[in-house]
């Protein structure tokens, strides 16, 4: 079974500092997606990464895929209340289906 | 706007109980999941649907079944619910082709078995 492991699970920060969160697996994943779930909703998709390698920016948000497709991260600059919420990355395997990390919670105090 | 939509977003029932988890996507998808989400542990695949009257067991479908009648209704269902079943379930949809299409998610629904 492949398996996604995700740091920190905790994160409480205040407003304008920067964070990373990390998401690591021994597995090769086709591509990796990033989720943001808040209270009472369900996730919604941020971004999907698919090369080794990629680098894809979403405002203040960075996101990156290992050259190996093992691990991921998503960097967050001057991190704003707005940010906060659960953070799920979720990789793809070979089959199609997401296998997700346990998510990490980042609260942003202002 | 897509949607995905959820029967209840609370459920209270006791142990031994038949529970039925009904979920409606109206964006034609072919693709329907069954997830729950428990505190650090993340999401786990229940089962899922490709196509009407088809479903594949996912991660942990023990105490499970499902049933799509129809393209746009994908349902859980509880033979008998028990206390371990407490958690929140969350339904997604995705269209067929490309191999990392979005998951869109409905809004959840926390069932408490008692």
């Known amino acids: 079974t492949q398996l996604l492991e995700q740091s920190p699970q905790f994160l409480s920060i205040q407003e304008g500092e920067n964070l990373t969160v990390y998401c690591n697996s021994s597995?090769?994943?086709?591509?990796l997606q990033w989720y943001r779930q808040e209270p009472g909703e369900g996730p919604v998709l941020l971004v999907t990464v698919v090369t080794g390698g990629e680098v894809k920016k979403l405002k203040r948000l960075t996101f990156q895929f290992g050259d190996a497709r093992k691990d991921s991260s998503l960097h967050i600059t001057a991190a704003q209340p707005g940010d906060t919420g659960l953070y799920l990355c979720?990789?793809?395997?070979?089959?199609?289906?997401?296998?997700f990390g346990q998510g990490t919670e980042l609260s942003v105090k202002p | 706007d897509v949607k995905v939509t959820q029967s209840s977003r609370y459920l209270v029932k006791r142990t031994g109980e038949k529970v039925f988890l009904e979920c409606v996507q109206d964006?034609?998808?072919?693709?329907m999941f069954w997830y729950r989400q428990d505190p650090g542990l993340g999401l786990r695949l229940i089962y899922f649907?490709?196509?009407?009257?088809?479903?594949e067991k996912g991660d942990i479908p023990e105490g499970y079944s499902v049933s799509r009648e129809k393209k746009e209704r994908f349902s859980l269902i509880l033979e008998s619910a028990s206390t371990n079943q407490t958690s929140m379930y969350l339904c997604?949809?995705?269209?067929?082709?490309?191999?990392?299409?979005?998951?869109?998610f409905g809004p959840g629904t926390r069932l408490t078995v008692l």
């Open positions: 964006m034609d998808h072919e693709n």
């Open positions: 649907s490709y196509d009407v009257k088809m479903k």
């Open positions: 997604a949809s995705t269209s067929g082709g490309a191999f990392y299409n979005e998951q869109f």
């Open positions: 979720a990789g793809q395997d070979q089959g199609g289906k997401l296998i």
């Open positions: 597995s090769v994943f086709s591509s």
